[in-house]
Protein backbone atom coordinates (compact mmCIF):
# COMPACT_ATOMS: atom_id res chain seq x y z
CA UNK A 1 0.00 0.00 0.00
CA UNK A 2 1.34 3.14 -1.29
CA UNK A 3 1.98 6.40 1.00
CA UNK A 4 -0.88 8.34 -0.80
CA UNK A 5 -3.35 5.35 -0.27
CA UNK A 6 -2.34 4.80 3.44
CA UNK A 7 -3.32 8.75 3.54
CA UNK A 8 -6.59 8.78 2.28
CA UNK A 9 -7.91 5.79 4.23
CA UNK A 10 -6.08 7.18 7.38
CA UNK A 11 -8.04 10.29 6.35
CA UNK A 12 -11.38 8.70 5.81
CA UNK A 13 -11.14 6.49 8.98
CA UNK A 14 -9.97 10.03 11.10
CA UNK A 15 -12.92 12.19 9.43
CA UNK A 16 -15.35 9.21 10.24
CA UNK A 17 -14.33 9.05 14.02
CA UNK A 18 -14.81 12.70 13.99
CA UNK A 19 -18.17 12.60 12.55
CA UNK A 20 -19.03 9.80 15.37
CA UNK A 21 -17.48 11.90 17.80
CA UNK A 22 -19.24 14.96 17.08
CA UNK A 23 -22.65 13.12 15.97
CA UNK A 24 -22.39 11.57 19.66
CA UNK A 25 -21.60 14.47 21.18
CA UNK A 26 -24.69 16.19 19.06
CA UNK A 27 -27.02 13.42 20.40
CA UNK A 28 -26.22 13.60 24.24
CA UNK A 29 -25.84 17.05 24.39
CA UNK A 30 -29.53 17.11 22.60
CA UNK A 31 -30.40 14.37 25.23
CA UNK A 32 -29.37 16.57 28.37
CA UNK A 33 -31.11 20.00 27.45
CA UNK A 34 -34.56 17.77 26.54
CA UNK A 35 -34.01 16.42 29.60
CA UNK A 36 -33.84 20.11 31.12
CA UNK A 37 -36.33 20.87 28.58
CA UNK A 38 -38.64 18.81 30.23
CA UNK A 39 -37.69 19.44 34.06
CA UNK A 40 -38.19 23.22 32.95
CA UNK A 41 -41.63 22.83 31.61
CA UNK A 42 -42.40 20.44 34.69
CA UNK A 43 -41.76 22.95 36.90
CA UNK A 44 -43.64 25.57 35.29
CA UNK A 45 -46.24 22.96 35.32
CA UNK A 46 -46.28 23.10 39.26
CA UNK A 47 -45.75 27.13 39.77
CA UNK A 48 -49.17 27.53 37.70
CA UNK A 49 -50.90 25.34 39.50
CA UNK A 50 -49.48 26.88 42.27
CA UNK A 51 -50.89 30.15 40.95
CA UNK A 52 -54.30 28.55 40.38
CA UNK A 53 -54.36 26.87 43.89
CA UNK A 54 -52.20 28.20 46.25
CA UNK A 55 -50.14 25.26 46.34
CA UNK A 56 -49.04 21.60 45.45
CA UNK A 57 -47.11 18.68 46.64
CA UNK A 58 -42.95 19.20 46.25
CA UNK A 59 -41.12 19.04 43.24
CA UNK A 60 -38.86 16.31 42.59
CA UNK A 61 -35.19 17.56 42.72
CA UNK A 62 -32.96 15.86 40.66
CA UNK A 63 -29.21 16.31 41.32
CA UNK A 64 -27.33 19.21 42.90
CA UNK A 65 -27.13 22.23 40.22
CA UNK A 66 -29.40 25.33 39.43
CA UNK A 67 -32.60 23.76 38.46
CA UNK A 68 -32.33 21.47 42.00
CA UNK A 69 -31.91 25.03 43.85
CA UNK A 70 -34.97 26.71 41.61
CA UNK A 71 -36.93 23.60 42.82
CA UNK A 72 -35.66 23.67 45.76
CA UNK A 73 -36.86 27.77 46.14
CA UNK A 74 -40.37 26.01 44.36
CA UNK A 75 -40.89 23.93 47.00
CA UNK A 76 -40.29 26.91 50.13
CA UNK A 77 -42.71 29.10 48.36
CA UNK A 78 -45.23 26.32 47.75
CA UNK A 79 -45.09 25.30 51.54
CA UNK A 80 -45.25 28.42 52.68
CA UNK A 81 -48.54 29.51 50.56
CA UNK A 82 -49.75 25.98 52.28
CA UNK A 83 -49.02 26.92 55.66
CA UNK A 84 -50.69 30.72 55.08
CA UNK A 85 -53.67 28.84 53.51
CA UNK A 86 -54.13 26.53 56.18
CA UNK A 87 -53.93 28.98 58.70
CA UNK A 88 -56.14 31.19 57.04
CA UNK A 89 -58.93 28.47 56.91
CA UNK A 90 -58.31 27.74 60.66
CA UNK A 91 -58.88 31.66 61.16
CA UNK A 92 -61.80 31.83 59.15
CA UNK A 93 -63.25 28.49 60.59
CA UNK A 94 -62.82 29.91 64.44
CA UNK A 95 -64.40 33.41 63.25
CA UNK A 96 -67.58 31.87 61.70
CA UNK A 97 -67.47 29.57 65.04
CA UNK A 98 -67.32 32.87 67.21
CA UNK A 99 -70.13 34.50 65.21
CA UNK A 100 -72.52 31.63 65.73
CA UNK A 101 -71.82 31.04 69.63
CA UNK A 102 -72.21 35.11 70.16
CA UNK A 103 -75.42 35.15 68.38
CA UNK A 104 -77.16 32.26 70.12
CA UNK A 105 -75.56 33.56 73.99
CA UNK A 106 -76.59 37.26 72.55
CA UNK A 107 -80.11 35.89 71.58
CA UNK A 108 -81.11 33.86 74.90
CA UNK A 109 -81.45 36.57 76.79
CA UNK A 110 -83.16 39.03 73.95
CA UNK A 111 -85.39 36.03 73.69
CA UNK A 112 -86.37 35.98 77.37
CA UNK A 113 -86.52 39.76 77.47
CA UNK A 114 -89.04 40.71 74.53
CA UNK A 115 -91.27 37.51 75.54
CA UNK A 116 -91.42 39.56 79.74
CA UNK A 117 -91.61 42.51 78.17
CA UNK A 118 -94.19 41.21 75.68
CA UNK A 119 -95.99 39.95 78.53
CA UNK A 120 -96.09 43.10 80.50
CA UNK A 121 -97.21 44.79 77.38
CA UNK A 122 -100.50 43.37 76.97
CA UNK A 123 -101.19 42.99 80.04
CA UNK A 124 -101.40 39.40 80.69
CA UNK A 125 -100.30 39.69 84.25
CA UNK A 126 -103.04 40.07 86.78
CA UNK A 127 -100.93 39.95 90.47
CA UNK A 128 -98.42 42.87 91.42
CA UNK A 129 -96.53 39.97 92.57
CA UNK A 130 -96.28 38.62 89.29
CA UNK A 131 -95.61 41.76 87.70
CA UNK A 132 -93.26 42.69 89.89
CA UNK A 133 -91.10 38.90 89.17
CA UNK A 134 -90.97 39.35 85.59
CA UNK A 135 -89.43 42.94 86.04
CA UNK A 136 -87.12 41.51 87.89
CA UNK A 137 -86.63 38.36 85.24
CA UNK A 138 -86.30 41.06 82.46
CA UNK A 139 -83.73 43.37 84.52
CA UNK A 140 -81.24 40.96 85.12
CA UNK A 141 -81.32 39.47 81.60
CA UNK A 142 -80.65 42.70 80.11
CA UNK A 143 -77.37 42.77 83.23
CA UNK A 144 -76.29 39.57 81.33
CA UNK A 145 -76.71 41.12 78.04
CA UNK A 146 -74.83 44.52 79.08
CA UNK A 147 -72.14 42.44 80.76
CA UNK A 148 -72.14 39.84 77.90
CA UNK A 149 -71.84 42.91 75.06
CA UNK A 150 -68.62 44.54 77.14
CA UNK A 151 -67.09 41.46 77.40
CA UNK A 152 -67.13 40.96 73.76
CA UNK A 153 -65.93 44.75 73.67
CA UNK A 154 -62.84 43.79 76.03
CA UNK A 155 -61.83 41.11 74.07
CA UNK A 156 -61.51 42.36 70.91
CA UNK A 157 -59.72 45.32 71.96
CA UNK A 158 -57.31 42.27 73.51
CA UNK A 159 -57.08 40.65 70.63
CA UNK A 160 -56.28 43.21 68.44
CA UNK A 161 -53.93 44.97 70.63
CA UNK A 162 -55.68 47.90 71.41
CA UNK A 163 -54.59 47.67 75.03
CA UNK A 164 -52.07 49.34 77.40
CA UNK A 165 -50.45 48.68 80.60
CA UNK A 166 -49.97 51.40 83.26
CA UNK A 167 -47.88 49.25 85.28
CA UNK A 168 -46.60 49.49 89.23
CA UNK A 169 -44.67 47.64 91.16
CA UNK A 170 -47.30 45.78 93.56
CA UNK A 171 -47.89 43.44 96.45
CA UNK A 172 -49.43 40.57 94.57
CA UNK A 173 -49.96 38.64 98.34
CA UNK A 174 -52.42 41.79 99.28
CA UNK A 175 -53.96 42.19 96.24
CA UNK A 176 -55.18 38.41 96.15
CA UNK A 177 -55.92 38.12 99.49
CA UNK A 178 -58.23 41.20 99.18
CA UNK A 179 -60.39 40.01 95.92
CA UNK A 180 -60.74 36.61 97.55
CA UNK A 181 -62.23 38.50 101.00
CA UNK A 182 -64.32 40.65 98.50
CA UNK A 183 -66.07 37.11 96.74
CA UNK A 184 -66.22 35.51 100.17
CA UNK A 185 -70.23 35.86 100.08
CA UNK A 186 -70.73 34.41 97.15
CA UNK A 187 -68.67 31.11 98.13
CA UNK A 188 -70.66 30.50 100.98
CA UNK A 189 -74.04 29.87 98.97
CA UNK A 190 -72.29 26.97 97.65
CA UNK A 191 -71.24 26.22 101.27
CA UNK A 192 -67.42 26.34 99.92
CA UNK A 193 -64.59 27.10 102.07
CA UNK A 194 -61.74 29.46 101.59
CA UNK A 195 -58.27 28.60 101.47
CA UNK A 196 -55.39 31.26 101.10
CA UNK A 197 -51.67 30.63 101.79
CA UNK A 198 -48.76 32.74 101.10
CA UNK A 199 -44.83 32.14 101.26
CA UNK A 200 -44.93 35.72 102.24
CA UNK A 201 -46.63 38.74 103.01
CA UNK A 202 -44.27 40.46 100.75
CA UNK A 203 -44.45 39.04 97.25
CA UNK A 204 -43.88 41.85 94.04
CA UNK A 205 -44.83 42.10 90.70
CA UNK A 206 -44.70 44.88 87.90
CA UNK A 207 -48.32 44.90 87.30
CA UNK A 208 -51.57 46.94 85.99
CA UNK A 209 -53.85 46.73 89.22
CA UNK A 210 -56.79 47.00 87.36
CA UNK A 211 -55.99 44.51 84.43
CA UNK A 212 -54.36 42.18 87.11
CA UNK A 213 -57.57 42.46 89.48
CA UNK A 214 -59.80 41.46 86.26
CA UNK A 215 -56.98 38.34 85.52
CA UNK A 216 -58.03 37.48 89.05
CA UNK A 217 -61.73 37.92 89.42
CA UNK A 218 -62.63 35.95 86.09
CA UNK A 219 -60.68 32.88 87.69
CA UNK A 220 -62.41 33.35 90.46
CA UNK A 221 -65.61 33.58 88.98
CA UNK A 222 -65.25 30.57 86.89
CA UNK A 223 -64.23 28.80 89.89
CA UNK A 224 -67.34 29.75 91.61
CA UNK A 225 -69.57 28.24 88.80
CA UNK A 226 -68.09 25.44 88.23
CA UNK A 227 -66.86 23.85 91.75
CA UNK A 228 -69.50 21.23 93.66
CA UNK A 229 -71.32 22.50 96.42
CA UNK A 230 -69.42 22.10 100.03
CA UNK A 231 -65.87 21.65 98.67
CA UNK A 232 -62.57 23.52 99.50
CA UNK A 233 -61.34 26.36 97.20
CA UNK A 234 -57.58 26.53 97.96
CA UNK A 235 -55.13 29.86 97.08
CA UNK A 236 -51.51 29.67 97.30
CA UNK A 237 -48.28 31.70 96.19
CA UNK A 238 -45.14 30.76 95.88
CA UNK A 239 -41.88 32.32 94.70
CA UNK A 240 -40.29 30.16 91.72
CA UNK A 241 -36.88 31.64 91.21
CA UNK A 242 -37.60 35.01 89.01
CA UNK A 243 -41.16 34.03 89.08
CA UNK A 244 -44.30 33.80 91.63
CA UNK A 245 -46.93 31.19 91.30
CA UNK A 246 -50.03 32.00 91.83
CA UNK A 247 -52.64 28.97 92.26
CA UNK A 248 -56.20 28.47 92.31
CA UNK A 249 -57.62 24.85 93.48
CA UNK A 250 -61.01 23.68 93.53
CA UNK A 251 -63.23 20.76 93.50
CA UNK A 252 -65.60 19.84 90.66
CA UNK A 253 -66.14 17.85 87.45
CA UNK A 254 -62.91 16.50 85.94
CA UNK A 255 -62.01 18.29 82.73
CA UNK A 256 -60.46 15.96 80.18
CA UNK A 257 -56.68 16.64 79.24
CA UNK A 258 -57.73 17.40 75.94
CA UNK A 259 -59.86 20.16 76.78
CA UNK A 260 -57.85 21.83 79.28
CA UNK A 261 -56.27 24.04 76.64
CA UNK A 262 -59.43 24.49 74.75
CA UNK A 263 -60.69 25.98 78.26
CA UNK A 264 -59.00 29.16 77.30
CA UNK A 265 -60.29 29.31 73.63
CA UNK A 266 -63.19 32.32 72.98
CA UNK A 267 -66.67 30.93 73.55
CA UNK A 268 -65.38 27.57 74.47
CA UNK A 269 -67.80 25.11 76.67
CA UNK A 270 -66.60 22.01 77.53
CA UNK A 271 -70.14 20.51 78.18
CA UNK A 272 -72.27 22.95 76.04
CA UNK A 273 -75.92 21.32 77.26
CA UNK A 274 -75.11 21.85 80.98
CA UNK A 275 -72.86 24.95 80.31
CA UNK A 276 -75.63 27.16 78.64
CA UNK A 277 -77.81 27.16 81.76
CA UNK A 278 -74.98 29.32 83.86
CA UNK A 279 -74.45 32.37 83.27
CA UNK A 280 -71.66 33.66 81.91
CA UNK A 281 -70.19 35.15 78.26
CA UNK A 282 -67.07 31.81 77.80
CA UNK A 283 -64.74 34.68 77.25
CA UNK A 284 -63.58 34.68 81.24
CA UNK A 285 -60.81 32.77 80.71
CA UNK A 286 -59.96 34.07 77.15
CA UNK A 287 -59.79 37.41 78.18
CA UNK A 288 -57.95 35.96 81.77
CA UNK A 289 -55.07 34.26 79.86
CA UNK A 290 -54.41 37.24 77.03
CA UNK A 291 -54.14 39.44 79.82
CA UNK A 292 -51.53 37.54 81.75
CA UNK A 293 -49.66 36.99 78.43
CA UNK A 294 -49.61 40.67 78.12
CA UNK A 295 -47.73 41.03 81.49
CA UNK A 296 -45.58 38.56 80.51
CA UNK A 297 -47.01 35.28 81.86
CA UNK A 298 -48.81 32.18 81.40
CA UNK A 299 -51.63 31.16 82.46
CA UNK A 300 -52.62 27.49 82.65
CA UNK A 301 -54.80 24.68 84.02
CA UNK A 302 -53.95 21.34 85.52
CA UNK A 303 -56.82 18.83 86.28
CA UNK A 304 -56.39 15.32 88.13
CA UNK A 305 -59.16 13.16 89.05
CA UNK A 306 -61.72 16.20 90.28
CA UNK A 307 -59.46 18.38 91.46
CA UNK A 308 -58.69 21.48 88.96
CA UNK A 309 -56.12 24.02 89.53
CA UNK A 310 -55.21 27.35 87.66
CA UNK A 311 -51.59 28.36 87.75
CA UNK A 312 -50.58 32.15 86.68
CA UNK A 313 -46.53 32.68 86.52
CA UNK A 314 -45.31 36.31 86.65
CA UNK A 315 -42.23 37.76 86.73
CA UNK A 316 -41.52 38.90 90.15
CA UNK A 317 -39.88 42.12 91.00
CA UNK A 318 -37.45 42.76 94.31
CA UNK A 319 -40.00 44.88 95.57
CA UNK A 320 -39.78 48.30 97.69
Same mark, same amino acid.
Given at each position: ???????????????????????????????????????????????????????????????????????????????????? $??????????????????????????????????????????? $????????????????????????????????????????????? =????????????????????????????????????????????????????? $?????????????????????????????????????????? $?????????????????? =???????????????????????????????????
Amino acid at each position: MGPKKFARIYNTVSLGFIIVVIVTCILVILSIVNEWVQYLNYMILKLRRISEIQYVDDLDINGDDEFSELASSINVMSNKLKDN $YEREKKIEKEKNDFIVAVSHDLRTPLTSIIGYLDLLKNEKIQS $YEKTSEYIDITYRKAIDLKNLIEELFEYTKIENDYVSLEKVEFNI =AILVNQILGEQMLFFKEKNINIEFESESNEIYCEIDIKKMVRIIENIINNVQK $YSSPNTSFKVYIKEKEANVLISFENIGEHIKKDDLELIFEKM $YRIDKSRSSQREGSGLGL =AIARKLVEIHNGRLWAECEGNTIKFNILLPKTKGK
